[in-house]
C-alpha cells in the first residue's frame, strides 16, 4: 500500500513522498522505512524525529522534519483503523466440526463456524458469520447474534443473549448463578437464581471474566461496552453504553453503570451503587453500598472520593512524619519550661 492510498483511506491529508510503499505498522521507535508508526503525546514528538518509520500518523499540529506524514486530528484512532488493512483477523471457515454436538431445535446459521468439541443446546440460535472456538459449551435457548467471536472454552448458560458483533474471549462465563443466599436460622438457603443475562452489540468481554444471571429479572451489558480481563458482574447489574472496565474490577450486586463511564482496574463497587454517565473510577478505588457517583465526576481511593480530596489527603498524609517530629519537638520544648 502506497501513502497516497493509505491517506485516501483515511480520509486525510498527507505531505512528502505520497508513492512509498507501506507493507507494515510499528511502534514508533521500532518503525522501519516501509513501515507507519503513530505520534501521539509529547515524548512520541520527541521520538518521531528519531524515527526511522516510512510513515508517520501525526496530528494536525505536528512540525514536520522533511518527513512523510498523515495528518489526522487522532493519530491513535486512525492507526487503530489501519492495522487490520497489513494484519487482517483470521476467518474460521464456515461449517460444524464433527465432533460438536448439536441440540434438538438448536438453528446455526450456514455461515457460522462450531469448532471441535462444542455443544450447543436445544433451541439455541445461532447467527451468521459467527465464530465459537473449540471447547465452548453453549446452554439451551440462548441466542447469539451475527458476526460474534466466541473464543475457545467459553461457557455460556441458558437462556443468555447476545447481540451482533460481540467478542467473548476464552475462559468466560455467562450466565453462571448470582451469589444469593439467605439466612433460614443456623444455616444459608440458596436464593433461586432464575433470571437472564443480556449483553448488547459490539460489546466485548476478556478472558476468565464473569457474568452473572439475575436473581430475578436481567443483568444486562450495553452495546460497544468493553470489560477487561477477569472482571466480575454480578446479579442484576445494569451496565450502559460503551463503558470501558479495566481488569480485576468487581461489581456487586444490582450497580447500575450509565454510558460512557470509564472504571479503572481493582476497582470494587458495592451493593446498589450507581455510577453516572461519563463518571471515572481510579484505580484500585472502593465504591461503598448505595454510593452515587454524580455525573462527569472523577474519584480515588476507597472508600471513593472526589480526586482533588483524595490527592489533599494524600499531601496531608505526606506531612505527617514532619509533623509528628515538630509536635516532639513542642513537647520537650513545654517540658523544659514546666522544669524551670
Known sequence: MRVRELAEYLGASFEGDGERGIAGVAPIEAAGPSEVAFVAGRMAVQLASRSAAGCLLAPLDFPNFNRTVVRTPDPRAAFARIVPLFHPPATARPGIHPSAVIGPGAVVSESASIGPCVVVGAGTRIGGGTSVGPGCSI??????????????NVTI????????????HAGAVLGADGFGFVLAGDHYEKFPQV?????????????????????????SIGDGTKLDNMVHVAHNCRIGKHVVVAAQTGFSGGVV????AVI?????????????SRAVLGSGCGVLTSKVVRSGQVVWGTPARPLKEHLEL???????????????ELKDRVAALERR
Open 139 to 152: 446452554g439451551a435457548d440462548v441466542h447469539i447474534g451475527d458476526h460474534c467471536v466466541i473464543h475457545a
Open 157 to 168: 448458560y441458558d437462556r443468555v443473549s447476545i447481540g451482533h458483533r460481540a467478542i467473548i
Open 195 to 219: 433470571g437472564r443475562v443480556e449483553i448488547g452489540d459490539d460489546v466485548e468481554i476478556g478472558a476468565n471474566s464473569c457474568v452473572d444471571r439475575a436473581a430475578l429479572g436481567v443483568t
Open 257 to 260: 453503570v450509565e454510558d460512557y
Open 264 to 276: 479503572g482496574g481493582q476497582v470494587g463497587i458495592g451493593d446498589k451503587a450507581r455510577i453516572e
Open 314 to 328: 494524600l499531601a496531608n498524609l505526606g506531612r505527617l512524619p514532619r509533623v509528628r517530629a515538630e509536635l516532639d
